[in-house]
């Protein structure tokens, strides 16, 4: 025991830890004791506190930075355990990101002292600590700290430090045994399936992953997370300078919400082998009663969509169809060709949803009315058809039979209603069907075009079963005049929806590229003018050729134009939509973001979310209807609720990752939180009164 009090008195440390400091960071050596027990372990911690906006590095520093170190200089006999590294935050700086800490963190050790130690002597810690602080630039860190500590027999009271140090230890990573994970690479991307335990009743919010391996995966990338009955998986894209795929992964998984529910453990170790992808992915196959309970919901919401303002100005005309197809006695023919479309439609839908997502793009339903050229062909393809009612021009009676408004309307025709319904349906979610399609897009995808199908079908079923049923056709009115005058109606209704698509192409891509489409519609009218007049069956076969042909030009090259002008803007105006903090509808609204969520949540204050985009009818709906009212506008205040708009009209990985883990795929989408911390949030109806809003916000206060 000699060596020891030699050692104690050789070492010049002084009686209580001294800070040493950088240019931005202060360390010191802190102990959660004030005394040390012979034989018995106790933590101490490297307190880094940095200046504000400075930070410094977890063990893995992510796209740049270096992590802190802490080598012990103690005599022999002590024993120092390694760091144990609190969970990290994400450090965005695009395109790059890192793994550190901001404020002040505590590095974790613990001591094991010696069962020889005799009271009344001191028991000297030494540790030379280096770091990396940085706010845009960096510098290095460094210093000696130390930390002497008396012995006695019987421990006394904790330090003043033991509450920030047991706080630390609260953020280490734990190992919860009945949460079975699971790894695979794919295609340039890294898979993590957890499955949760069957007494886990909790919220499963966002998950973040933070590998302990360098060059793993993309620190910057977004971390697409897919919540499924039994648990989730968890996307992340492979580094692109990584060179090998190692055999085991290693990590942190971070979940707010908790591993054993609500205000329990944050963070759980990752250390998994990596398995074949199909054994990972088909692990936890969709459950029957689950499956079927999606399904059902679709085709309800399916049917729903019918009457949905997306759908119902193609649908309208529609009817027209059927009062011409119900004469010929072979109206079943139609309705199958129409759900056929229907069909193909929402297969094609699915399997590029699929497809992308697969690629890791945070996409759902209505994707592509993200898409300005998308919105461009749309425009032109409904602005025709419109003119086409109206009686501009007729290309035979093709065009007409397009919208299965003309006579003896072909199987074509009818096919394309059914596509053409499909791709304006788009933009509304009907009651049941989010739910339903935030399942399916979780699921392996047989399991999810099933869902699709269904969705498909309940749209069809109407036109089915009354194409099916000729005794159901004694009620759909006769033909007559009164045909001519609904069609020119019906155009009205798509010259409506072609200026609200224009309003979202404007919001996307600005009033430039509005202008484009604007200018390329005034072109596509002048074509079908001349198509009209001069290229009807009546005309000379050389007068009508040259209309068709000079028409076929004008509407290809005014495409062609805008297409390129509205790439070109939206190119320029790229980024996601951002909120502002302004009124609408006399409600004043805070750009949504997950941090601002979990630090209203945090400070107990009530939320609402608006998951909405300019494109989806139903939102539009929802605001004029619930929020403008003056009942509705009262109950926010009088409940202190913060209001937050999610505004998905264009692309956002950050909205896209909050909806999936709502189970939710596309807007609308409205949340509440409520005072209580940790409370689950309330998910509202897709469709909105006054009344419902009041109601749940009644029953959460």
Request: aromatic letters at 10%; charged letters at 15%.
């Amino acid at each position: 025991m000699f060596w020891f009090a030699v050692g104690f008195a050789v070492l010049t440390v002084p009686v209580a830890a001294i800070p040493v400091r950088s240019a931005h960071t202060e360390a010191e050596l802190i102990s959660e004791v004030r005394s040390v027990q012979p034989g018995r372990p106790f933590w101490v911690a490297l307190r880094l506190k940095m200046d504000p906006e400075w930070h410094t590095y977890w063990l893995n520093p992510g796209d740049s930075g270096t992590a802190t170190t802490l080598q012990w200089q103690q005599p022999a006999g002590i024993q120092a355990g390694p760091l144990r590294w609190p969970y990290p935050q994400r450090i965005a700086a695009p395109p790059l990101a890192s793994y550190g800490y901001e404020g002040t963190v505590y590095l974790l050790s613990e001591i094991q002292a010696p069962a020889d130690l005799k009271p009344g002597a001191k028991l000297a810690l030494r540790a030379k600590a280096e770091w990396l602080e940085c706010k845009v630039e960096c510098l290095p860190g460094a210093g000696t700290v130390a930390l002497e500590l008396p012995v006695q027999a019987e421990a006394t009271a904790p330090s003043v430090h033991a509450d920030a140090i047991a706080a630390a230890r609260g953020r280490l990573p734990v190992t919860i045994a009945d949460w079975k994970l699971r790894a695979a690479v794919q295609e340039g991307q890294l898979i993590l399936r957890a499955t949760r335990p069957e007494w886990f009743a909790g919220e499963i919010g966002p998950v973040t992953f933070f590998p302990e391996q360098d060059l793993l995966i993309e620190p910057a990338a977004p971390q697409v997370l897919e919540v499924r009955p039994d648990g989730f998986l968890l996307k992340l894209k492979r580094s692109a300078v990584s060179t090998a795929t190692p055999e085991r992964i290693a990590g942190v998984l971070v979940a707010p919400a908790g591993w054993r529910g609500a205000g329990s453990e944050q963070a759980l170790s990752v250390r998994v082998a990596l398995e074949p992808v199909a054994a990972v992915l088909s692990a936890g196959a969709p459950d029957l009663a689950g499956l079927l309970v999606a399904v059902g919901f679709a085709f309800l919401g399916g049917m729903i969509l019918n009457l949905m303002p997306c759908v119902l100005p193609v649908l309208s005309i529609k009817v027209l169809g059927f009062v011409q197809e119900a004469r010929t006695g072979h109206a079943w023919r139609y309705g199958l060709a129409f759900t056929a479309g229907v069909l193909a439609s929402f297969w094609l839908l699915a399997g590029g949803l699929l497809l992308l997502r697969a690629g890791g793009e945070q996409l759902g339903w209505g994707f592509q009315l993200q898409s300005p050229p998308f919105l461009v062909i749309l425009c032109a393809v409904l602005f025709l058809f419109g003119l086409n009612l109206f009686g501009i021009f007729e290309v035979g009676t093709s065009l007409t039979r397009l919208g299965g408004a003309g006579p003896a309307g072909g199987l074509g025709g009818s096919f394309f209603s059914g596509v053409l319904a499909t791709t304006v349906a788009t933009p509304c979610t009907a009651p049941f069907m989010g739910s339903a399609l935030g399942y399916a897009l979780t699921q392996p995808v047989w399991a999810a075009l099933l869902v699709f199908t269904a969705l498909g079908l309940g749209m069809a079923s109407p036109y089915l079963l009354l194409s099916l049923s000729p005794a159901l056709l004694r009620f759909v009115p006769k033909p007559g005049a009164w045909m001519e005058t609904f069609k020119q109606a019906m155009g009205f209704l798509l010259m409506g929806t072609v200026v609200w698509l224009g309003w979202v192409l404007g919001l996307q891509a600005g009033v430039s590229a509005l202008a484009a489409l604007l200018a390329a519609l005034v072109v596509l009218g002048a074509a079908a003018w001349a198509l009209g007049k001069w290229g009807h069956m009546a005309a000379p076969a050389p007068t009508r050729l040259t209309a068709r042909v000079l028409a076929a030009l004008g509407i290809v090259g005014a495409l062609g134009v805008a297409l390129v002008g509205v790439e070109q803007q939206s190119a320029a105006s790229s980024g996601p939509t951002q909120a502002t903090a302004t009124p609408s509808e006399g409600i004043r609204w805070e750009a949504f973001s997950p941090q601002r969520v979990a630090a209203l949540r945090a400070a107990g204050t009530p939320v609402f979310i608006d998951f909405t985009a300019a494109w989806c009818l139903s939102c539009q709906v929802n605001e004029r209807v619930a929020f403008s009212s003056p009942q509705v506008r009262e109950a926010f205040a009088r409940g202190g609720f913060v209001m937050l708009k999610a505004d998905w009209t264009k692309r956002d990985a950050a909205i896209a990752q909050a909806l999936a883990q709502f189970g939710r795929s596309g807007v609308p989408l409205y949340v509440l939180y409520g005072p209580t911390a940790g409370a689950p949030p309330r998910i509202l109806p897709e469709v909105l009164t006054p009344d419902i809003i009041v109601k749940a916000l009644q029953e959460l206060s």
